[in-house]
């Protein structure tokens, strides 16, 4: 078994009801007005007070108004001592664009909850490089208020959200709970990753991923497999498995191009990761599913590849 000897990092405030969390759009607008409106009142059913940013609303193309728009949103509600928690309105795009705006003293200096995924992804990776701190790979306020929103998903994230006991186990998935083992073997460390063209894009940025003695969870939208492929090999090919200690693959489905012979998501991860010898599953509901677990980014888990499982093991907020 290998163990991670890293430190512990921050963790956020637990939220109460009666707290105050704020909504940004830093990614991608809504489509529909009603998409956020049922992202705050899915907020407020637990007892939470919502603050908008002040550019929530904004629209730039396929973005939620200007990067200097949406970058000072999301600062204003990390300097914000009212708000506890923020939570992403989704992803989409933009991110990427607000890594040379974003503040290194905002995120050092307020160690709050930080939800959302896909394109959020550079906002984790700004969280465990600047904050230090525990942030929360789940649904955004589009997704915990949408009309098709699983109550597994709710659940996994208000467990993160509101409880005082270790997070326990990360899926599976309700509906078909087979978890492929694709390299054998039991590993322990802090969790890390996202959406795996994200993390390929931060390479060489001031976010470059560090995943030495991390359990790396990598997952994606459905996608043509050449481009999942170019995404594990920019990866592997950049180091950034050196020293990692497990990997986890969420349930990535490949569409047909209509011009290429496919490779399936496992052949891929078979030809590419397998050979790393670290211990691999593949197949739990992360990120673009029906059913979405929370993953606590930060956190200590256990990767038993054998059986199948990812449990993390502490508390991942603080009183």
Request: charged residues 20%; proline residues 6%; contains cysteine.
């Amino acid at each position: 078994m290998s163990r991670a000897t890293l430190a512990g990092p921050r963790k956020p405030r637990r939220l109460r009801p009666g707290d105050t969390v704020g909504i940004c759009a830093p990614a991608s607008s809504w489509e529909n007005r009603s998409e956020l409106l049922r992202g705050v009142a899915a907020l407020e059913a637990w007892g939470l007070e919502v603050r908008l940013g002040d550019h929530v609303n904004d629209r730039h193309g396929y973005m939620a108004g200007r990067d200097e728009d949406r970058a000072a949103d999301l600062h204003a509600l990390l300097v914000d001592p009212d708000v506890r928690a923020i939570v992403c309105l989704q992803g989409g795009y933009g991110t990427p664009r607000l890594i040379p705006l974003l503040d290194e003293t905002a995120f050092k200096s307020n160690p709050k909850i930080l939800c959302g995924y896909s394109d959020i992804t550079t906002l984790h990776l700004a969280q465990q490089r600047w904050g230090d701190v525990i942030s929360f790979y789940s649904n955004g306020a589009v997704g915990v208020g949408a009309a098709d929103v699983t109550d597994f998903s709710k659940e996994h994230l208000k467990r993160a959200l509101f409880s005082s006991e270790p997070f326990g186990p990360i899926g599976p998935n309700p509906d078909d709970p087979y978890v492929r083992t694709v390299v054998g073997g039991r590993a322990t460390g802090r969790l890390a990753g996202g959406c795996a063209g994200l993390i390929s894009g931060a390479i060489g940025t001031r976010l470059h991923p560090d995943f030495r003695g991390r359990i790396v969870v990598l997952e994606e939208i459905e996608l043509e497999g050449y481009w999942f492929d170019g995404y594990l090999s920019h990866l592997r090919n950049a180091g950034l498995f050196d020293g990692a200690v497990g990997i986890v693959v969420g349930d990535i489905k490949t569409k047909w191009s209509g011009g290429i012979a496919e490779l399936s998501v496992e052949d891929i991860v078979e030809e590419i990761l397998a050979p790393l010898g670290l211990p691999t599953i593949f197949g739990l509901p992360i990120g673009h599913n029906k059913h979405h677990a929370t993953v606590p980014l930060g956190a200590l888990a256990t990767l038993d590849a054998d059986a199948g499982t990812l449990v993390v093991e502490e508390v991942v907020t603080a009183d």
